[in-house]
């Protein structure tokens, strides 16, 4: 048990590590530094001053180790365009994308489940049939016009929540939250629905899969012989069992949550570290383009970690090192 | 003085199919006395589990009960088989290996289902667990284990041990060795007959191994095709079966004295007919050496309680 959890820490860091090489090669090769530091009309010592104190003529591998060990201390770089420390930029937006992400992830996991088991359990029902033929919309519209729709109804036509932006956030010091303020919730639920949308559809379909085929599964039969009532049936063995797979998609789609974000914070003005990033593309602000890279790469790495902690809570088989798949 | 536990009378079950309605269990009638291991045999298709499905209430839809009925201690029951199931009729399976849920230990199932029936609490729901563990011979310190540290043979026993843990007036057995290493079955097959033979409890064995249904059995029905075949005591339907399926069922069995050695194992001719495709009259014309007329076009009743065949009813 130990062992598995070193082994994957072990496998983490060594992902993380090729994650930074990406971002530094980027932050190397992809236009050049000097220039967009120093513009057209520097003169060549300048140039050489600069080039020197970047480090630009050490060999390679001692760049790579620089970059991995400033990038350790939270040192990315300034900003081409503002000037300021990349650490500093991503550490004053990333509160609200991190709120987002965490407001849709937890919209797409519930109602996913929940839709996902209420509709594997009642297969015939009308209702459940209803909430399977409209998923199949939020999975085939593009999630930007869901937005635009979003905003359509409930900001331009019902004028109940705001269109774009954070409303009042709430400074705590090192973390800003739109959590503590009504306008900071408000504005949370249009963005969020559209984050968590495709999510919550995709979800939804695999549980309601993965439900359908542990309810044909012996164990369930057995249970039901026993006379247990059909909640523990349900939720004490069938949901257990589905578990897994969910949480495996469920974790990854955790991650392109952040990564999609980007499209949302664009739709909705929402002043974090995505659309920073369309912000930096649009100028080849290379600094924080690494640096988003190397967040999201983090962050991927992380919640494939935990995701495979989880798996270990939930099979006991898997803390045995008994590596056979559910159901056997 | 036997007493009736559990009665079928002309119970069928259906199936709607794109070819129609089919019959995987047709007019059955039989009785179930208290303390008694009642064995039904057949091959597979010939509706043995889809009449224990259908007693315990368990029918998997679009099957479905459609005629008959299934009275239990002088109680009609078909209309509520959800009051009975767990308390007073409990089930083994096939494959111990799938019965379990993986992810629970076994002492959690066992408190778990003790707790649905029974007015315990819950340290006194653990104890029953533990003791019942102990009767099928398996190491009470082992409640907090999963289904997997164990072998086949022993999950078989927690699934008894689950089976028996409410106290059942009926349990029904669905093959419950099928799946097991031969030298287990009879531990397993022994073990079940003792418990409930001490506690009185019924069984309803379902197997397709006749020589199971002999050691094992009180009597047998022998269902063929939906339909009940014969049905009797165990000894007198093995020493003089009345049903020509019956005969060649038995001949049919492998012996492994001496004598047989090299020998051909008989078999019947042809394969049980399709339920779509049944044939008119007895469903075992088509196979049976002795058929005649009158089976190819009228189905036989009943004959004294014993075998449905026309045969019988000749000879009387």
């Not at chain 1, 990349?86 to 109602?111: H, K």
């Amino acid at each position: 048990m130990l062992l598995i959890i070193l082994r994957r820490l072990g496998q983490s860091i060594f992902v993380l590590f090729l994650v930074a090489f990406i971002s530094f090669m980027i932050f190397r090769y992809v236009g050049n530094p000097v220039d967009n530091l120093l513009g057209q009309e520097a003169t060549t010592e300048r140039r050489e001053a600069l080039i020197e104190s970047l480090g630009l003529n050490d060999p390679l591998h001692v760049q790579y180790f620089d970059f991995v060990v400033r990038a350790l201390q939270f040192d990315f770089g300034v900003s081409y365009r503002t000037g300021m420390p990349v650490a500093e930029m991503i550490v004053q937006r990333l509160p609200a994308t991190i709120e987002l992400a965490l407001v849709s992830a937890v919209f797409a996991i519930l109602l996913g489940v929940v839709a996902g088991v209420y509709t594997a359990i009642n297969r015939r029902g009308f209702i459940a049939n209803a909430i399977l033929s409209s998923s199949l919309i939020g999975v085939s519209l593009p999630t930007f016009l869901i937005g635009v729709l979003l905003i359509w109804i409930f900001a331009v036509e019902l004028k109940w929540l705001p269109s774009f932006g954070r409303g009042t956030a709430v400074d705590l010091g090192f973390w800003s939250t739109g959590f503590l303020t009504i306008s900071g919730l408000k504005s949370l639920i249009l963005p969020g629905i559209m984050l968590g949308l495709y999510q919550m559809t995709l979800i939804m379909r695999l549980t309601r899969a993965e439900m359908l085929e542990v309810l044909r599964q012996d164990y369930i039969k057995f249970a039901k012989a026993r006379g247990l009532p059909d909640r523990t049936v349900y939720f004490g063995h069938a949901l257990k069992n589905t578990l897994v797979p969910v949480i495996t998609i469920a974790g990854l789609q955790l991650g392109s949550i952040v990564a999609f974000a980007i499209i949302t914070e664009t739709v909705f003005q929402w002043p974090g570290v995505g659309l920073m990033f369309i912000n930096a593309v649009y100028f080849v602000d290379i600094p924080v383009m690494s640096a988003y890279l190397l967040l999201v790469g983090t962050l991927f790495v992380l919640i494939n970690l935990i995701v495979d902690l989880l798996y270990l809570l939930i099979d006991p088989r898997l803390r045995d090192g008994q590596l056979r798949r559910a159901g056997s | 003085m036997t007493e009736t536990l559990l009665e079928l009378k002309g119970l069928e079950v259906t199936f709607k199919t794109r070819r129609g309605v089919l019959k995987a269990v047709d007019d059955l009638s039989l009785t179930v006395n208290k303390g008694e291991i009642l064995g039904i045999v057949g091959e597979s298709g010939a509706g043995k589990s889809m009449t224990g499905a259908a007693i315990i209430g368990l029918i998997d839809p679009p099957g479905r009960v459609s005629k008959g009925e299934i009275w239990f201690e002088q109680e009609r029951m078909d209309e509520h088989p959800q009051q009975l199931r767990g308390k007073q009729i409990s089930m083994v399976f096939q494959d111990p290996l799938t019965s379990l849920n993986p992810l629970r230990t076994v002492g959690d199932q066992l408190v778990e289902t003790i707790l649905a029936h029974m007015y315990v609490t819950k340290a006194q729901a653990r104890q029953r667990a533990q003791d019942g563990l102990a009767e099928v011979g398996i190491d009470p310190d082992r409640i907090n284990a999963y289904p997997h540290a164990f072998s086949g043979g022993m999950r078989q026993r927690v699934v008894i041990a689950l089976a028996l843990a409410t106290e059942p007036k009926l349990v029904i057995a669905d093959e419950p060795t099928t799946a097991l290493d031969v030298s287990v079955q009879a531990q397993v097959l022994d073990l079940l007959k003792k418990l409930c033979r001490e506690r009185g409890t019924s069984v309803i064995l379902i197997t397709h191994d006749m020589g199971v249904m002999a050691q094992t059995s009180d009597r047998i029905a022998v269902m063929y095709a939906g339909r009940l075949a014969e049905i009797g005591d165990t000894r007198e339907v093995l020493s003089n079966p009345q049903h020509p399926y019956t005969q060649g069922l038995m001949a049919s069995t492998p012996s492994v004295d001496a004598k047989s050695f090299g020998s051909e194992l008989f078999q019947i001719p042809g394969a049980m007919p399709k339920l779509d495709a049944l044939p008119p009259g007895c469903a075992f014309n088509p196979r049976c050496s002795q058929a005649h007329e009158r089976c190819r076009t009228s189905r036989p009743p009943m004959v004294s309680g014993r075998a449905a065949c026309w045969l019988m009813e000749d000879a009387s």
